[in-house]
Structure formats: structure tokens, C-alpha cells
């Protein structure tokens, strides 16, 4: 028996299914699995937003701002972003 609520679900849930959108946890778009770069628990990060999540969690991140150079720093794909993200911090402790 089909009741109109029933209907109702199954369009609901055939509109949902092929195109099921992620929540950027950090820009809060909510996005395609295509553009989902990272998952980890209930963390879910778009690719636009990506190089900002790596920069803030990354282990290296409190040695540069003592003013260290780690190593790893050299080949990380986000250096610049993690220069401009210490350039900030920086920016708005003195500030
Ligand atoms: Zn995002």
C-alpha cells in the first residue's frame, strides 16, 4: 500500500541517495564526497579548506612558532599557507 507518506520517503530518499552531501566542518558548506579531501571521526574537511586544517593541526606548527625550522617543513605542499598562518599569529599577539 502505497500511502502518500510512504511516497513521500521514497522520493525523499532517491533524491538524496545519488548526490549525498558532506558538512565541511570547518567552512560549513556542505559539499560532495568528490570534494572531501579528509575524514576522521566527525571531522570532515573540504578540499577547499584543507590546507588551513593541516596548517593549524600540523605537529610542526608550535616548534615554527618558536622559532624553529623542522625539517619536514621544507617538503610540506602548505608551507606557504603555514607562513602566512604563523604571520598571523604572530600578527595578532603583537597586535
Ligand atoms: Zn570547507
Redesign the pocket.
Known sequence: MLTPQYVKILIGAFSVLPVKLFR?S??G?EVPFSEVVYIKGNVV??R??FPTYYVKNCAFLRRRLIGENPQACSFCQFRKNCDSYIASLKGSSEA
Open positions: 565541511c570547518l567552512c558548506a574537511i573540504c577547499r579548506c
